[in-house]
């Protein structure tokens, strides 16, 4: 266990005045994939607010679902100090999938959901509080303790880290916790330890309007502490795209191909349970556009950029829809899936069919859709967040039948001009309501906050944060 580095430099602190967090993320580059983007882009963008953030992470920048992607250490900020330490459950796996034909990652996930521990991420949660402990008079000088997650085992360990440290606690959560419909055994411990982590938080943030109706309810005696923040666009980063929708009477645009593109994890599993994302939902919209739509469906072509799926293919093989599919080989860069999204005519996205759970996830997917401005097929739950977030700004079609879903494809890959001029008023809106900065404003505002009148008491030493080499 140890305070590595992805970079061998030594940082000095910045020379204007900066309050420092501590933030608790397993997931932070050079892992990639969905659960590192939200605090990437929040703490590239806080040192532009007066606010630093030094990160505990884990030290192999990957696990057996989230590959790495060392492009993205370039979006750290060079002044914050990275502390990496070893998962044990992870070392295990990593070996075993190195000396055996099984993949260990998915066993593992089985085994701890019918065993009274938070997640398999337990074993990096209780190094981490070893090391606060034993390196507590080090770790002198922050304001606020952030925690995120999931991994829950984050979430469970920050309480004990709070009192060690003496710091305000802002829990940060990207999902539901107890209310996954896939905590089925152990859904008691889950309940427990949540109400446990809220009551001993400073502050609640959560990723979607959805969510924290969910949560007040649940918890009326912390409704007034919980606030919502998006994850957000950012710009310095994913550049703005400007909405370019064609009517159909562009002769050019009849003759060409046109490109679907959907980029972001996905389930692997030909029958998924209603609260998995999969690719199968549109798999059977293809197979009713070519039913309904034949002469457009032989113009359609589909990229997917995800994990590997070879069940899923061999899904749209039998189901006779595999030569309009091109599936990525795994890892894509952050750069390729942008320039794609771009390009494409329309964009995917895929949800859950559990209309409780849909309410309560706002997939960060979205928002880099309404950065490429180009129109979007949402396989959703109309009252979801997203469904509603793409009805508001017209960014597309929202459906939840294979039926519907052919229809409404069809209409967004040849639209008319009164749906094109409506789209462009309304992608541009929606840029501007979730630009990260507007995010930030409400992110900062909580830190401040909890810097100015956190209820945890500071520790009595006066010590700056220990640099490290990273």
């Given at each position: 266990m140890s305070a590595t580095a992805p970079r061998p430099s030594v940082v000095d602190a910045p020379a204007q005045p900066r309050r420092r967090a501590l933030l608790l993320a397993y997931y932070y580059p050079p892992?990639?994939?969905?659960?590192?983007?939200?605090?990437?882009?929040?703490?590239?963008?806080?040192?532009?607010?007066?606010?630093?953030?030094?990160?505990?992470?884990?030290?192999?920048?990957?696990?057996?679902?989230?590959?790495?992607?060392?492009?993205l250490l370039s979006q750290i900020p060079p002044e914050a100090t990275l502390i990496r330490i070893e998962d044990p459950a992870q070392r295990v796996v990593a070996f075993l999938n190195a000396h055996t034909k099984v993949r260990?990652?998915?066993?593992?996930?089985?085994?701890?959901k019918v065993v009274p521990v938070p997640d398999d991420k337990l074993g990096w949660g209780l190094r981490v509080k070893r090391y606060v402990r034993a390196h507590r008079e080090r770790l002198g000088g922050y304001a606020v303790l952030i925690a995120t997650?999931?991994?829950?085992?984050?979430?469970?360990?920050?309480?004990?880290?709070?009192?060690?440290l003496g710091l305000p606690l802002l829990v940060d959560l990207r999902d539901p916790w107890s209310q996954h419909p896939g905590i089925r055994v152990a859904d008691w411990l889950h309940r427990r330890m949540e109400r446990r982590v809220f009551q001993a938080a400073d502050l609640v943030c959560v990723i979607s309007e959805g969510m924290r109706e969910m949560y007040a309810s649940l918890y009326p005696d912390v409704a007034d502490r919980i606030r919502v923040v998006y994850n957000g666009i950012d710009y310095s980063v994913t550049?703005?795209?400007?909405?370019?929708?064609?009517?159909?009477?562009?002769?050019?645009?009849?003759a060409r191909r046109l490109r679907i593109v959907y980029a972001g994890s996905l389930l692997d599993k030909p029958?998924?349970?209603?609260?998995?994302?999969?690719?199968?939902?549109?798999?059977?919209?293809?197979?009713?556009?070519?039913?309904?739509?034949?002469?457009?469906?032989?113009?359609?072509?589909?990229?997917?950029?995800?994990?590997?799926?070879?069940?899923?293919?061999?899904?749209?093989?039998?189901?006779?829809?595999?030569?309009?599919?091109?599936?990525?080989?795994?890892?894509?860069?952050?750069?390729?899936?942008?320039?794609?999204?771009?390009?494409?005519?329309?964009?995917?996205?895929?949800?859950?069919?559990?209309?409780?759970?849909?309410?309560?996830?706002?997939?960060?997917?979205?928002?880099?859709?309404?950065?490429?401005?180009?129109?979007i097929l949402a396989l959703c739950t109309a009252e979801s967040d997203v469904g509603q977030t793409v009805k508001r700004f017209a960014l597309g079609r929202v459906e939840s039948?294979?039926?519907?879903?052919?229809?409404?494809?069809?209409?967004?890959?040849?639209?008319?001009?009164?749906?094109?001029?409506?789209?462009?008023?309304?992608?541009?809106?929606?840029?501007d309501h979730f630009d990260v900065q507007r995010q930030l404003d409400r992110m900062v505002e909580m830190l401040d906050e909890l810097a100015a009148t956190g209820r945890a008491t500071p520790p009595s030493r006066s010590s700056a944060p220990h640099a490290a080499r990273r």
């Open positions: 892992c990639g994939g969905v659960p590192v983007m939200r605090w990437l882009r929040f703490t590239r963008n806080l040192p532009s607010r007066g606010w630093l953030c030094d990160v505990v992470t884990q030290r192999d920048g990957s696990d057996d679902y989230f590959r790495p992607d060392p492009t260990w990652g998915p066993w593992l996930d089985r085994v701890v997650g999931y991994p829950w085992s984050t979430l469970v360990v920050a309480p004990f880290v709070k009192r060690m550049p703005r795209g400007e909405p370019r929708p064609q009517s159909r009477g562009d002769e050019a645009r009849s029958e998924p349970k209603p609260y998995q994302r999969t690719l199968v939902p549109f798999l059977e919209t293809l197979v009713e556009l070519r039913r309904r739509h034949p002469d457009l469906a032989a113009r359609c072509e589909v990229e997917v950029l995800s994990n590997p799926v070879p069940k899923t293919r061999a899904l749209a093989m039998r189901l006779g829809v595999a030569d309009l599919i091109r599936f990525s080989d795994g890892r894509v860069p952050f750069e390729t899936v942008q320039q794609a999204q771009r390009n494409a005519d329309v964009l995917l996205l895929v949800s859950t069919s559990d209309p409780d759970y849909d309410r309560m996830v706002m997939t960060g997917k979205i928002f880099e859709y309404i950065a490429a401005a180009r129109p039948s294979p039926t519907a879903g052919a229809d409404a494809l069809a209409a967004l890959l040849e639209p008319g001009a009164a749906w094109c001029a409506a789209f462009a008023d309304g992608v541009r809106a929606a840029q």
